[in-house]
């Protein structure tokens, strides 16, 4: 039989080669920002266009590549950073593999400009798909720049994998935020389709978290420093009253390079233990200094997991490292022993009953009632919480009505209903008794049997189809604050409120003022409770982080399904009759009443034959 077995050629073996390398534009980010630094570059210059699918450009002023080296750099393991494979135990420098280069190429168009501080002029190499197109001598400043474009031109396949440019522009970001608090010693900025986006100098670690995370960051942030014979630890935890519900700002740096390791973590989060809300998160930015003999980078080709050679003994070092610095900043609680005998009650009290205190009651008061003498403070004063009623009408009966004269009005839009469980006009008469159980399920007798809801999903659904066809006609009715509500953001999570400003407008959010990492908010759409808004938002910053990688991304349709769901009924609240009976109409008026926003169902019948089963 013939021979059938054939190299690959070369601009194939680079494709499939760029597949473990770049999977979305923030590889390319993190590869190009890798090389400026290995180039020992001071500053840096990262300029990202439409989330950097159209453009990635890094520009630094390094030491830049003669000609031949910047054809070589283009060709796959082509490297200046190792020789031998002893060198692999002595790594100093970010890249080492010599395939980022030729891997980018194979899969965009590149142009490269470099210059060495010894030569007059540069060199200027363009490659489109492996393909040297244009190579010349230019006039260029010391230094290097690479313009990656049309990432994925020749793979429409990968290119159509890509998010939504709110979630691609994210992980740049975050790309860039690592490279960056790793590198406090050198200037980066961030150009976002021509606008700046960050700018940091040089500084120290400390100041750098802080121009990245916000001022506010300052004083969240606790120092730790170790210095053993195997372990150099430095860099700061954040207090645990301000551990956050998203895992975000958590960072270990190991000889200068963002790591991910799940087992390091643990010893971090051991060491909080006991001192965080159920939950949450504490923020960590952590830099490990070990021999890189004791260290193996080479496991993944992104660089972003490592072998630790002892792992157990760094992992009680720095648990214990950082549960130190907790302590010495009096933050863990200290053990009682000593308790204060004259605040335990004295014996001869023990057995005393206590006074039942006099209190007068006004029994028909009714907070709900609008009274008009009571009008003008109300209207100002009063703020609803997330348990009132109120919640259930946001973006209904809104226009000017006492909302809660409207129950007795509430009723079936019979030609909205497209469920099954009705067989005709009575059963829907049937549906006013109603019964709450264990405060989180409405049962209801329909015509067939009955029919048991679920409160919260069934809310969340209702509110969700509201918030979409609000933010859709763009006609949400906002409420006004009374004074003007501050909220400070991170940057990057302020770019995330940034992007989607317009459509938290069209459900009634007002802004006054957006403004480098503060929000000032004056409206909120009714029936929002200003304590809430600043939970509504974070847990909207959290959903967009953690966006399913392969739903569909629609930020209209997540900014609906996050405020249902932060301002649902919630499961453990009790509901008067006529909450029940409206929840259940405005559920059945729904489009889409048999499942919650997130796809669970809403409701569960069960047939008088079926019950007459279970009694055989
Ligand atoms: P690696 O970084 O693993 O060596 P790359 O493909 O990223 O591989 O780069 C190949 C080579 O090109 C590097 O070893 C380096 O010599 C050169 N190079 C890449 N980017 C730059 C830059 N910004 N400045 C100077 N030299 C660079
Ligand atoms: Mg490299």
């Given at each position: 039989?013939?021979?059938?077995?054939?190299?690959l050629?070369d601009h194939?073996?680079?494709?499939?080669?760029?597949?473990?390398?770049?999977?979305?534009?923030?590889?390319?980010?993190?590869?190009?920002?890798?090389?400026?630094?290995?180039?020992?570059?001071?500053?840096?210059?990262?300029l990202?266009?439409?989330?950097?699918?159209?453009?990635?450009?890094?520009?630094?002023?390094?030491?830049?590549?003669?000609?031949?080296?910047?054809?070589l750099?283009?060709?796959?393991?082509?490297?200046?950073?190792?020789?031998?494979a002893?060198?692999?135990?002595?790594?100093?420098?970010?890249?080492?593999?010599?395939?980022?280069?030729?891997?980018?190429?194979?899969?965009?168009?590149?142009?490269?400009?470099?210059?060495q501080?010894?030569?007059?002029?540069?060199?200027?190499?363009?490659?489109?798909?492996?393909?040297?197109?244009?190579?010349?001598?230019i006039?260029?400043p010391?230094?290097?720049?690479v313009?990656v474009?049309?990432?994925?031109?020749?793979?429409?396949?990968?290119r159509?994998?890509?998010?939504?440019d709110?979630?691609?522009?994210?992980?740049?970001v975050?790309?860039?935020?690592?490279v960056a608090?790793?590198?406090?010693?050198?200037?980066f900025?961030?150009?976002?389709?021509?606008?700046?986006?960050?700018?940091?100098?040089?500084?120290?670690?400390?100041?750098?978290?802080?121009?990245?995370?916000?001022?506010?960051?300052?004083?969240?942030?606790v120092?730790?420093e170790?210095?053993t014979?195997v372990?150099?630890i430095s860099?700061?935890?954040?207090?645990?009253?301000?551990?956050?519900?998203?895992?975000?700002?958590?960072?270990?740096?190991?000889?200068?390079?963002?790591?991910?390791?799940?087992?390091?973590?643990?010893?971090?989060?051991?060491a909080?233990?006991?001192?965080?809300?159920?939950?949450?998160?504490?923020s960590?930015?952590?830099?490990l200094?070990?021999?890189?003999?004791t260290?193996?980078i080479?496991?993944?080709?992104?660089?972003?997991e490592?072998?630790?050679?002892?792992e157990?003994?760094?992992?009680?070092?720095?648990?214990?490292?950082?549960?130190h610095?907790?302590?010495?900043?009096?933050i863990?609680?200290?053990?009682?022993?000593?308790r204060?005998?004259?605040?335990?009650t004295?014996?001869?009290?023990?057995?005393?009953?206590?006074?039942?205190?006099?209190?007068?009651?006004?029994r028909?008061?009714?907070p709900?009632?609008?009274?008009?003498?009571?009008?003008?403070?109300?209207?100002?004063?009063?703020?609803?919480t997330i348990?009132?009623?109120?919640?259930?009408y946001?973006?209904?009966?809104?226009?000017?009505n006492?909302?809660t004269?409207?129950?007795?009005?509430?009723?079936?839009?019979?030609?909205?209903q497209?469920?099954?469980?009705?067989?005709?006009?009575?059963?829907?008469e049937?549906?006013?008794?109603?019964?709450q159980?264990?405060?989180?399920?409405?049962?209801s007798?329909?015509?067939?049997?009955?029919?048991?809801?679920?409160?919260?999903?069934?809310?969340?659904?209702?509110?969700?189809?509201?918030?979409?066809?609000?933010?859709t006609?763009k006609e949400?009715?906002s409420?006004?604050?009374?004074?003007?509500?501050?909220?400070?953001f991170?940057k990057?999570?302020?770019?995330?409120?940034?992007?989607?400003?317009?459509?938290?407008?069209?459900?009634?959010?007002?802004?006054?003022?957006?403004?480098?990492?503060?929000?000032?908010?004056?409206?909120?759409?009714?029936?929002?409770?200003?304590?809430e808004?600043?939970?509504?938002?974070?847990?909207l910053?959290?959903d967009?982080?953690?966006?399913?990688?392969?739903?569909?991304?629609?930020?209209?349709?997540?900014?609906?399904?996050?405020?249902?769901?932060?301002?649902a009924?919630?499961?453990?609240?009790?509901?008067?009759k006529?909450?029940?009976?409206?929840l259940?109409?405005?559920?059945?008026?729904?489009?889409?009443p048999n499942v919650s926003?997130?796809?669970?169902?809403?409701?569960?019948?069960?047939?008088v034959?079926?019950?007459?089963?279970?009694?055989?």
């Amino acid at each position: 039989m013939a021979d059938i077995i054939q190299l690959l050629p070369d601009h194939v073996a680079n494709q499939i080669a760029a597949g473990e390398v770049v999977q979305r534009p923030a590889s390319v980010v993190k590869e190009l920002l890798e090389n400026a630094i290995d180039a020992d570059a001071s500053s840096i210059k990262l300029l990202i266009k439409d989330a950097g699918k159209t453009l990635v450009q890094v520009i630094d002023n390094g030491k830049g590549m003669s000609t031949t080296d910047a054809r070589l750099s283009f060709e796959r393991h082509a490297t200046s950073k190792i020789r031998t494979a002893e060198d692999l135990f002595q790594l100093h420098t970010k890249g080492f593999r010599g395939e980022a280069l030729a891997s980018i190429a194979a899969i965009a168009h590149v142009e490269l400009k470099t210059k060495q501080e010894v030569d007059d002029v540069g060199n200027t190499i363009e490659i489109e798909g492996s393909k040297v197109v244009l190579q010349e001598v230019i006039v260029t400043p010391n230094g290097t720049s690479v313009s990656v474009k049309n990432l994925f031109f020749n793979i429409p396949a990968r290119r159509n994998f890509l998010k939504s440019d709110v979630v691609e522009f994210r992980h740049v970001v975050d790309e860039f935020h690592r490279v960056a608090l790793a590198h406090p010693n050198i200037s980066f900025a961030l150009y976002n389709n021509g606008s700046e986006t960050f700018n940091l100098p040089i500084s120290n670690f400390r100041q750098r978290i802080v121009n990245i995370f916000g001022i506010k960051t300052n004083e969240k942030l606790v120092p730790v420093e170790e210095d053993t014979e195997v372990l150099k630890i430095s860099g700061f935890v954040g207090k645990p009253e301000f551990a956050k519900k998203t895992r975000g700002e958590q960072y270990f740096f190991v000889n200068n390079r963002f790591i991910k390791s799940a087992y390091l973590n643990h010893a971090i989060s051991s060491a909080f233990d006991g001192l965080l809300k159920n939950g949450t998160h504490p923020s960590y930015f952590l830099k490990l200094d070990v021999d890189p003999q004791t260290i193996d980078i080479n496991i993944h080709p992104t660089k972003t997991e490592i072998k630790f050679d002892d792992e157990h003994t760094l992992y009680a070092l720095l648990r214990s490292a950082v549960k130190h610095s907790l302590g010495q900043f009096n933050i863990a609680p200290v053990l009682d022993f000593d308790r204060d005998p004259n605040l335990d009650t004295p014996y001869s009290y023990k057995n005393n009953n206590a006074d039942v205190p006099k209190i007068e009651v006004d029994r028909n008061f009714n907070p709900f009632q609008t009274d008009s003498k009571f009008l003008g403070k109300q209207t100002t004063v009063f703020k609803p919480t997330i348990n009132n009623w109120d919640s259930l009408y946001i973006g209904l009966e809104s226009k000017g009505n006492d909302s809660t004269n409207n129950f007795s009005e509430a009723h079936f839009e019979s030609e909205e209903q497209n469920t099954s469980i009705f067989e005709n006009e009575n059963d829907i008469e049937k549906l006013h008794t109603t019964y709450q159980i264990h405060n989180k399920y409405i049962v209801s007798t329909i015509k067939s049997g009955m029919l048991v809801i679920d409160q919260n999903r069934a809310h969340q659904r209702i509110l969700y189809e509201d918030f979409l066809k609000n933010i859709t006609i763009k006609e949400a009715i906002s409420q006004q604050l009374l004074f003007p509500l501050e909220l400070h953001f991170s940057k990057k999570d302020f770019e995330i409120i940034k992007q989607l400003k317009v459509d938290l407008e069209h459900t009634g959010f007002v802004f006054s003022n957006v403004k480098y990492e503060s929000i000032e908010i004056i409206g909120v759409p009714v029936g929002v409770p200003e304590s809430e808004v600043s939970i509504i938002l974070e847990q909207l910053i959290s959903d967009v982080e953690n966006e399913v990688p392969d739903s569909h991304f629609s930020a209209t349709d997540l900014l609906a399904k996050s405020m249902a769901k932060s301002l649902a009924i919630k499961t453990g609240q009790s509901l008067k009759k006529d909450e029940q009976e409206h929840l259940l109409n405005k559920l059945f008026a729904c489009k889409e009443p048999n499942v919650s926003p997130t796809n669970r169902i809403t409701f569960v019948t069960m047939t008088v034959d079926e019950l007459d089963k279970k009694f055989i």
